[in-house]
Each structure stands twice: as structure tokens, then as C-alpha cells.
């Protein structure tokens, strides 16, 4: 990875962000002060962005509005080779669009209030009826008198106090409805108060409406009136339904090419605020991987006429990492810049290195655990999940799921997680199905009973039968605790080499190498006093054993200090034992299956094969990735890099 100062003409800016940003080959970085040529001075870009910013939540406004937008973008003339041009360009194109939009809205609004307003009154007019209150003496009385408004939030409860005294009591108000900053209101009060409550009303701050002066004096009269005046509302609110249909069909198209048009806009607005400006030229810094510097200035000199120079800041080369093409090129220990990860991985695997970038992005100093746990997580899914016939269930499903993802479809939410990772849910699949067809599980059927031959080994075998016999299990324990020693000692490794290759080799010594140390006798000794029936006598009987535990106990204590010794004391059995996961889930897989078909024969063989796939399935997963996480991640890897976000620029719009 490579830093690289850029001087291209102000013309050619546009062209190298174009190029730039089509290539997506440089992580764009802020030009410090102290690194600024003579007459430079760094781009004042704050009106820019502001400006970019507001034009993107007006037209995201407008998008949201004319929901559903169909059909290809509209082919426009933009003057995209001027950022302040385009960006003039979007603020008018969107004046343009708002007002029709505008207007609709504000038309729909009023049709809501109105609806909203009527609704109340015919609810009010029925629940009079309801009750059986003598609806023509309430008529005679010049009750039904209407004031509806709209009025600040704060407000509200002011006009209602009012209104209430003005009238004696009697009221009756109603919120109609409540937006970020204001509330529509509803009055019914008698005739006689009109006037006072109007101006009570206005003295408030409120917006009144003109009453409705054609409402029958007569309740039920009234009450006919109010359903006419929603059909009425009905009708208008289709119209208007017609209407922005037609401004979503005319609009559209043009509407999806200025949400591009805006996300270039965006994108080079931010990278301009990273710059630095003389009189005639921008100057941009970033960062490049080594095998792309040759290409990026190549294309970048034809893509600007040649009016652009590229200065490579090299500096001592580290060693090559699996994640990248070197831990660092000097400029970090000269000026402690770190640069971004630009993690490089098959296909097929990135779903697995998005479950180790949720933890932390690798650095150039640490070992990608990727390539190990290809191996581990299927392996430990497999160790607590296996069964060869739910097996092939998950690898059809991976397999479906990767045919949708190939072809882009887009599903629900939760769904679309799914998608993503079906290279993953493949691959746990094989791991499934290989350890079934050794454990002989077949949706919690034996395989020699379903199909006749023996397994290799089942950790359940007569654990379950009439007179128990947990050898088996036992067996299985201890194979599982060695596998967890096994995993624990390997990050230990890892953890070795990480700190030999980055020349650490005093803290390599104190470090992993004697946690390694102290962690192997201590395994060894706490084997013999388990094999010996938790007699802890048998550890006297080789003092040389007990000389060779405290050595690196007072190592680490001493270099590393006490805390870390204290880390590594704890961890060695807790983490050991934590692995006992994988036989306790195993077990459970079986019991859960077992149960249900002895409890509800075929149907409940069913019922439990499902709920282990999907509850447990779900389980199992959160496990593994637990005992990378923690158990093993802790060992080796902290994920202290930052991600290689190289510049990029919209492709899928039209000029």
C-alpha cells in the first residue's frame, strides 16, 4: 500500500474524480496542513457540502413522494465537468419539479384535514344517536356550531382552556390531527359563542377556518350531510391518487437520473473537501495498493490530457501479508499514518470475512484469520450439528439462495441476510453432512438402523437406551477438550508469528510463547488429576513438572505484568471448558429429536428435525461464532484496521 500525492489541473478535476471514481483504486485522504506545498491552501468546502446535501434530502423528498418510480432514467444534458455548475443545475431542476409536487401535497393535506375533520363530527353526531340523547332539541338549541383550525403544539391546550370558558363548559374538542410542529382541531360548542371563540382562537396563534355555514341546523339532517361530504372527500382523493400517478410517470424517469446526478455531486464534493487548492490546480492524497499505482497514474494522465502529475510517497517495504500486498510502506512509522486494509478474498469466501469484519477489520500487522477458519467454522458447526440427512437440506438451500443471488433478486429484510451469506450456509452445509455421515445421524435416525452400516463413530451410542451407557459420550468429551486445546494452542501460534514478523521478538517470548508454555503443563497436569480421580496429590509426585508451570507464570508477571498473567490464568481452564459447548449441542441435537419421536412418532420425527434446523441451526451458529470470537480470537487478533473505501462515483445513469 502506497501513499500518493495528486496535482491535477482545477479543468481536469471532474475527469480524474470520473476515472477515479470508475476504477474505485484510491482511498482518498485529507491533505493535514503540514503537508501542504507552498501557496497552497486547503479547499473551503463547507458551502459545497451543505449545499450538496440539502439538494440530496430535496430530491430523496421528491423520490419519496412520487413512490413507486419506474421505467429507465431520463437522458439529460448535466454539466458534470463543473462541480459548481452541476450543482446550480440540481438546485433549479429540483425548484422545477417541487412546485407540481408541492402543490399536490398541499392539495392532499387539506383533503386529509377536511376528512379527518368530517370524520369526527359524523363519529360525534353518532355517538349522540347512540346514547339516545333527543337529537332535535340539541338542534333547536343552534348546538351543532363548528371551529376547526390549526395551531402550534404548544398552543393547543391554551385554546381548549379558552374555548372552554368562553363557553361555559360547554364543549366538546377534539384533535384531529398531529404533525412534528402543529395540531388540527376540532370545536363543537353553541352558536351563541361563534364570534368569541373565533377571535379567541386567532389571539392564540391558531389558522381558523371558515365554519360551515351549510350545515343543517337539524342532527340527523347533519349527520346525512357529513356522509355525503365524505364520499365527496372519497372521490376527491382518488382524483388527486390520478393525479400523482401521472406526475409520477411524467416525472420519474428525469427524477431517477438527478438522484444520481446528486450522488456524483456528493461524492465529489467530499473529495474536493480533502483537497487543497492553488490559483490553477487541486491537490488530492490517498492511498493505493502497490499493484494498481503503475494503472491508476496511466489512466489517470489520459483521462486528464495529461494536466496531472502523481508523487508515490514510498517509504521501507514490509513483508507480505494474506490479506494484502505489505504491512505498511514506511510513511506510518515516519509520520504515523496507518493505512487503510484493502483485504483481498475469493468470492466464496467473503460472507465468512464479513463475520470477521463485524468484529474488526484486520490490520497490516496481524494475520487474516480467514484462511484458518474456512476449515474451523464448518468444522465446528459440523462437530454440534451433524446429521447427514438435515445436511443436504442446508446445501440445497445454500444453493438456492446463491442462484438468487447471482441473479440479484431482492427479498425481505431478514431474508436478503440469508442471500448474502449463501456461500456460507454452503459451506456449513458440507460440514453438516460430512460429520452426520461419521456420527451415523440421519434426521436423529441411526444409519445402521435406516441404512445398514456402522458408523465411524456415534458419540450418543446407548446413551439413550433402556440401561444407559454414556462411554461414548465420555469418549466424545475428551476428544472435544482436545480439539479445544488444539484450537487454543493454534491462536497462540498465530499470535507468535504475528509479533516474529513485525520483528517483536522479546514481547513473542514473553507473550504467546510462554502463555503456550504454562498452558501445555498446566492441560497435562490437570489430565492427571482428573485421570486419577481428582486426587491433587499426583501433582507432587513430579516437582519438575511444578518448577516448569512457574517459570512462565513469573515471566509473564514480570514482562507483561500482572493483569495479563491474571488474563492468561483464567482463560486457560475457562476457555478450555468452554469448548465442552460442542459436545453439549451435540447432545442436545440428538435429545431434542429422539424426544419428539418417541413422544409423537413420524409427525413429531418431523416437528423435531424442523425446530433443530431452524432454532437450533440458529444456536449452533451463534456458538461457533463464539468460540472464534472469544475463545480463539482473543489469542491472536484485535481487528485494529480500517477499511480500504476507495473513491467511487454512480455508473448507472445517463447523459
Not at 60 to 65: E, F, N, T, V
Not at 554 to 579: C, D, H, Q, R, W
Request: with cysteine; hydrophobic share 45%.
Amino acid at each position: 500500500m502506497h501513499q500518493v500525492s495528486i496535482i491535477v489541473a482545477k479543468d481536469e478535476l471532474p475527469n480524474l474524480l470520473s476515472y477515479a471514481g470508475r476504477e474505485q483504486m484510491i482511498h482518498l485522504v485529507t491533505v493535514e496542513d503540514e503537508q501542504l506545498p507552498p501557496g497552497a491552501a486547503p479547499f473551503e468546502a463547507t458551502g459545497l457540502l451543505s449545499k450538496s446535501a440539502t439538494i440530496r434530502n430535496r430530491i430523496s423528498a421528491l423520490a419519496s413522494a412520487l413512490q413507486p418510480i419506474e421505467g429507465q432514467p431520463e437522458k439529460i444534458e448535466a454539466p458534470i465537468h463543473n462541480i459548481d455548475e452541476l450543482a446550480l443545475f440540481l438546485d433549479q431542476e429540483t425548484s422545477k419539479l417541487e412546485g407540481s409536487v408541492r402543490q399536490l401535497e398541499e392539495s392532499q393535506g387539506k383533503l386529509l384535514a377536511d376528512k379527518e375533520r368530517t370524520s369526527e363530527l359524523s363519529r360525534f353526531l353518532s355517538g349522540l344517536e347512540a346514547v339516545g340523547m333527543p337529537l332535535g332539541t340539541i338542534g333547536s338549541s343552534g348546538f351543532l356550531v363548528t371551529l376547526a383550525g390549526e395551531c402550534a403544539r404548544e398552543s393547543t391546550v391554551s385554546i381548549q382552556r379558552d374555548l372552554d370558558e368562553l363557553t361555559y363548559g360547554n364543549l366538546i374538542f377534539v384533535i384531529t390531527h398531529t404533525a412534528e410542529k402543529t395540531q388540527t382541531f376540532l370545536a363543537i360548542f353553541p352558536r351563541a359563542f361563534e364570534d368569541d371563540a373565533k377571535q379567541a382562537a386567532t389571539a392564540l396563534g391558531a389558522k381558523v377556518e371558515e365554519p360551515w355555514a351549510e350545515l343543517p341546523p337539524d342532527p340527523k339532517e347533519a349527520k346525512e350531510f357529513t356522509d355525503v361530504r365524505l364520499a365527496e372527500i372519497e372521490d376527491e382523493g382518488k382524483k388527486l391518487d390520478h393525479q400523482r400517478e401521472l406526475l409520477t410517470k411524467e416525472y420519474g424517469p428525469r427524477l431517477k437520473t438527478l438522484e444520481y446526478l446528486t450522488e456524483i455531486l456528493e461524492a465529489r464534493s467530499r473529495a474536493v473537501s480533502n483537497s487543497s487548492t492553488t490559483e490553477s490546480t487541486y491537490m488530492l492524497r490517498g492511498w493505493v495498493a502497490e499493484d494498481r499505482v503503475q494503472r491508476l497514474t496511466k489512466g489517470a494522465s489520459e483521462a486528464c490530457s495529461g494536466l496531472v502529475s502523481f508523487h508515490v510517497e514510498k517509504g521501507q517495504e514490509g513483508e507480505e501479508v494474506p490479506h494484502g500486498n505489505s504491512p505498511e510502506n514506511g510513511l506510518e512509522a515516519k509520520n504515523h499514518q496507518t493505512p487503510p486494509t484493502l483485504v483481498r478474498v475469493p468470492g466464496w469466501t467473503k460472507p465468512l470475512q464479513s463475520v470477521i469484519d463485524n468484529f474488526g477489520i484486520p490490520s497490516y500487522q496481524e494475520t487474516n484469520p480467514l484462511v484458518f477458519m474456512i476449515l474451523t467454522f464448518p468444522l465446528i458447526y459440523g462437530l454440534m450439528f451433524g446429521d447427514f440427512g438435515e445436511g443436504p437440506l442446508f446445501l440445497a438451500l445454500g444453493l438456492f439462495l446463491l442462484w438468487l443471488k447471482r441473479r440479484k433478486v431482492k427479498i425481505f429484510e431478514i431474508g436478503q441476510l440469508f442471500v448474502n451469506g449463501a456461500e456460507l450456509i454452503i459451506m456449513l452445509g458440507i460440514g453438516i453432512t460430512i460429520f452426520g455421515f461419521l456420527f451415523g445421524d440421519f434426521f436423529g435416525f441411526e444409519a445402521q438402523a435406516v441404512f445398514g452400516f456402522r458408523p465411524f463413530f456415534n458419540p450418543n451410542e446407548g446413551a439413550f437406551a433402556a440401561t444407559p451407557d454414556i462411554s461414548h459420550l465420555l469418549i466424545y468429551m475428551s476428544v472435544i477438550l482436545l480439539f479445544g486445546v488444539g484450537h487454543y494452542l493454534s491462536g497462540l501460534v498465530i499470535s507468535t508469528y504475528n509479533k516474529v514478523r513485525n520483528h517483536e521478538i522479546k514481547h513473542a517470548f514473553y507473550g504467546p510463547i510462554s502463555w503456550a508454555w504454562f498452558y501445555i503443563i498446566f492441560i497435562y497436569l490437570a489430565a492427571q488429576v482428573v485421570i486419577s480421580g481428582y486426587k491433587f496429590g499426583v501433582l507432587l509426585q513430579n516437582p519438575a513438572l511444578l518448577v516448569l508451570l512457574f517459570i512462565p507464570m513469573g515471566i509473564m508477571a514480570v514482562k507483561e505484568g500482572p493483569l495479563e498473567f491474571f488474563e492468561v490464568f483464567i482463560s486457560a481452564g475457562s476457555n478450555t471448558l468452554s469448548y465442552l459447548r460442542i459436545w453439549a449441542l451435540n447432545l442436545a441435537d440428538f435429545a431434542i429429536k429422539f424426544a419428539f419421536f418417541t413422544s409423537f412418532g413420524i409427525a413429531g420425527a418431523v416437528a423435531g428435525n424442523l425446530l433443530v434446523m431452524i432454532l437450533e441451526g440458529l444456536i449452533v451458529f451463534v456458538q461457533t461464532l463464539r468460540l472464534h470470537w472469544v475463545e480463539w480470537f482473543s489469542k491472536f487478533y484485535e481487528g485494529s484496521g480500517s477499511s480500504f473505501a476507495p473513491y467511487q462515483e454512480p455508473t448507472s445513469w445517463t447523459v
